[in-house]
């Protein structure tokens, strides 16, 4: 199979604060990670797409100094969302895409965030 | 309009019933087409993965795309109360390209 694990599951921070996602693969090399944001009953919304060792490419709408991602490796992308706002409340979910290419998405099981 | 198109339901089943969900969409450069399967405050998980058109079987489910209607279908048999989720479709041209979404069905399986 193919594993993405997802660090933390659920995370309260106070406004101001920033805070660290983690995805990592687990059993696959993965050269594209993607970074979701999902509000309750709606579907998943893209937030940026990030490749091993290279800038990550943000949707239009999403500040990318304010939600940082890092694609060190490729096990492993995070994302930060520094001064962090009640209104970045959300379910964040990575997936996860093997180094190869025309394949499917795998995704982690999401972090919840609650900003208060 | 949407470049993938689902009903977000909910759809209301009882258990054993044969489940129907449909995604339509305009790009017809899509080749790639995924169905996911996802419980409440859980990522979700990949249940199907086709390529072009055709139909393709596991299990209990099927998955049926006609490039020509631009229409993709995902059918349960012998529903089961586990089988309550939302059902999210999403497609892709290839290469690296990004996944496009419907919005997702929710099913509900009743004993």
């Known amino acids: 199979g193919a594993v993405v694990s997802q660090h933390p599951s659920r995370v309260i921070c106070k406004s101001g604060t920033s805070v660290k996602i983690e995805c990592r693969s687990l059993d696959f090399q993965a050269t594209t990670m993607f970074w979701y944001r999902q509000f309750p009953k709606q579907s998943l919304m893209l937030m940026a797409t990030s490749n091993e060792g290279s800038k990550a490419t943000y949707e239009q709408g999403v500040e990318k100094d304010k939600f940082l991602i890092n694609h060190a490796s490729l096990t492993l992308s995070t994302l930060t969302v520094t001064s962090a706002h009640p209104e970045d409340s959300s379910f964040y979910i990575c997936?996860?895409?093997?180094?190869?290419?025309?394949?499917?998405?795998?995704f982690g099981q999401g972090t919840r965030l609650t900003v208060v | 309009q949407k470049e993938v198109e689902q009903d977000p339901g909910p759809l209301s089943v009882p258990e054993g019933a044969i489940v129907s969900l449909n995604c339509t969409y305009s790009n017809s450069a899509f080749q790639y087409f995924m169905w996911y399967r996802q419980y409440s405050r859980k990522g979700p998980e990949l249940l199907m993965y086709?390529?072009?058109?055709g139909n393709k079987e596991d299990g209990r489910f099927t998955a049926q795309v006609d490039k020509s209607s631009k229409y993709i279908s995902l059918f349960i048999r012998d529903s089961q109360p586990s089988d309550s989720a939302t059902y999210l479709c999403?497609?892709?041209?290839?290469?690296?390209?990004?996944?496009?979404f419907g919005t997702g069905t929710r099913l509900l399986v009743s004993p």
């Open positions: 997936s996860a895409r093997k180094r190869t290419v025309n394949t499917e998405a795998f």
């Open positions: 999403a497609m892709t041209t290839g290469g690296f390209q990004k996944l496009v």
């Open positions: 086709t390529y072009s058109s």
